[in-house]
């Protein structure tokens, strides 16, 4: 829950050289206020392009572990997104090949890889980490990995990137947070304690105290089409990618663009929903590998959320974020309340 008072500890002089970008950016009272962050175990799964830029963001913020669950190797497709994994790694295991670089980026993080398969871990095994993260995983991996969070109350985030779009996803079950509000108030007296001749104000900060609840990863995959916000098709691409992968347990690649197995997965998401032409131009363009850019973006944003989340400071995503390639922007959905 949110403390009344900001728990603080001392950083070492170690410490302050290596937060000091965060340092610059936060101040160094709020680097000091963040014991949860730096507390916080986190389960990464899948360490693609987009896997290792939300990597980055987590160790360089200076979480207490991070563990990267892979069991696919490293492929030349990655070389185009995947900045942890040298180029003489290929063909070793992903999570093995970007560990020293990873570590490279924080000493202090204690970072491990772990070569299972996601469908072989126990159900204990999540209930350990504060934060789960997964990447490349199946519609029926995600529901699974997501309700066993739910039940462990662990907190569970889900991604991809897809060619030039992307989304990211939180459950946070029910989650507390704080939030720095300025508000303007007006000064009655003088230094002198004399009345103001003229009205004068000063900005102050407050905390604000908050909740929010979360829905299930599921929810979010069969909503109305009444309830999908205008220009928010990217969702409907979403459903595309994820219903292919989990019938054919991999994503398209480049080599199958207009493969009549994808034409066949997107045309029932769009006769389902009746959107004729409406996403036509999406699906017919770059929806293949990924791209270090758009990895860039929406791991940075799935990084952010993690951050905001472990240290209980900021408002959450509540739910669905959605990167756009035609606008370059991102929007955020609430579905399946």
């Not at 699974?144 to 039940?151: F, L, M, S, Y």
């Amino acid at each position: 829950m949110v403390e009344e008072k900001n728990q603080t500890v001392e950083l070492t002089d170690h410490e302050a050289e290596l937060y000091d970008r965060q340092i610059r950016l936060w101040g160094l009272e709020s680097q000091k206020r963040q014991v949860y962050l730096r507390a916080a175990k986190v389960l990464l799964i899948g360490l693609n392009g987009f896997g290792a830029e939300i990597a980055k963001n987590i160790i360089l913020a200076g979480v207490k572990a991070v563990t990267f669950l892979d069991h696919r190797n490293v492929t030349a497709e990655d070389r185009c997104s995947q900045f942890l994994t040298p180029k003489e790694l290929i063909g070793k295991n992903r999570a093995e090949a970007s560990l020293q670089r990873a570590q490279n980026l924080n000493p202090m993080v204690n970072i491990e890889a772990d070569t299972s398969n996601i469908d072989d871990k126990s159900d204990t095994f999540f209930s350990s980490f504060n934060v789960v993260c997964a990447t490349q995983c199946t519609i029926t991996q995600l529901k699974r990995i997501n309700e066993i969070c739910r039940k462990h109350n662990v907190k569970f985030f889900a991604g991809d990137v897809w060619g030039t779009l992307g989304y990211t996803f939180a459950d946070l079950i029910v989650h507390e947070y704080a939030e720095d509000v300025v508000q303007t108030k007006k000064i009655q007296l003088s230094e002198s304690g004399e009345p103001m001749e003229k009205e004068k104000f000063e900005n102050i900060t407050i905390t604000e105290k908050h909740k929010d609840t979360f829905v299930p990863f599921e929810l979010i995959l069969n909503v109305e089409k009444s309830s999908i916000p205008k220009d928010s098709e990217i969702y409907y691409v979403m459903l595309i990618m994820l219903n292919y992968r989990e019938k054919y347990d991999k994503d398209p690649l480049p080599s199958e663009r207009y493969s009549e197995s994808f034409k066949t997965v997107a045309e029932s998401i769009i006769k389902k929903y009746e959107l004729v032409d409406k996403i036509k131009h999406l699906v017919e363009g770059d929806v293949y590998a990924q791209l270090s850019p758009v990895c860039a973006v929406v791991g940075g944003i799935m990084g952010q959320e993690i951050i905001k989340t472990v240290s209980q400071k900021g408002a959450p995503h509540n739910n669905l974020f959605i990167f756009d390639p035609d606008t370059l922007c991102g929007k955020i959905l609430r579905l399946g309340q």
